[in-house]
Nanobody, 125 residues
Framework: QVQLVESGGGLVQAGGSLRLSCAAS????????MGWFRQAPGKERAFVAS????????YYADSVKGRFTISRDNAKNMLYLQMNSLKPEDTAVYYC??????????????????WGQGTQVTVSS
């Protein structure tokens, strides 16, 4: 059984930083693509960032480019999201996602078969 568990969310002032982590577990689970999505109240789940197995190919939503950095440690089955210069509009529940199958596009929710339960990020102004 595959399980994704996020951690690292919390309350931070605008301009501050947070680092989200996602631990992936499950016998023989080796995700090709991993990503972060977020969902604010009353809005649809939105793409934040994603990364392929090698770690060399990363993708970001325009709204977070230059502020957020996605990374992964395959040996530990971990995914990270370093978030700097946080803004109130970054407030949302952040979800970790993963999928073991190669796909050309890894920036949409439909790419992913496995999801974490989410972690709340709140940025105060």
């Amino acid at each position: 059984q595959v399980q994704l568990v996020e951690s690292g969310g919390g309350l931070v002032q605008a301009g501050g930083s947070l680092r989200l982590s996602c631990a992936a577990s499950g016998r023989t689970f080796s995700p090709y693509a991993m990503g972060w999505f977020r969902q604010a109240p009353g809005k649809e789940r939105a793409f934040v960032a994603s990364i392929r197995w090698s770690g060399r190919n990363t993708y970001y939503a325009d709204s977070v480019k230059g502020r957020f950095t996605i990374s992964r440690d395959n040996a530990k089955n971990m995914l990270y999201l370093q978030m700097n210069s946080l803004k109130p509009e970054d407030t949302a529940v952040y979800y970790c996602a993963a999928d073991p199958v190669f796909r050309p596009i890894i920036t949409t929710p439909s790419t992913y078969g496995y999801w974490g339960q989410g972690t709340q990020v709140t940025v105060s102004s």
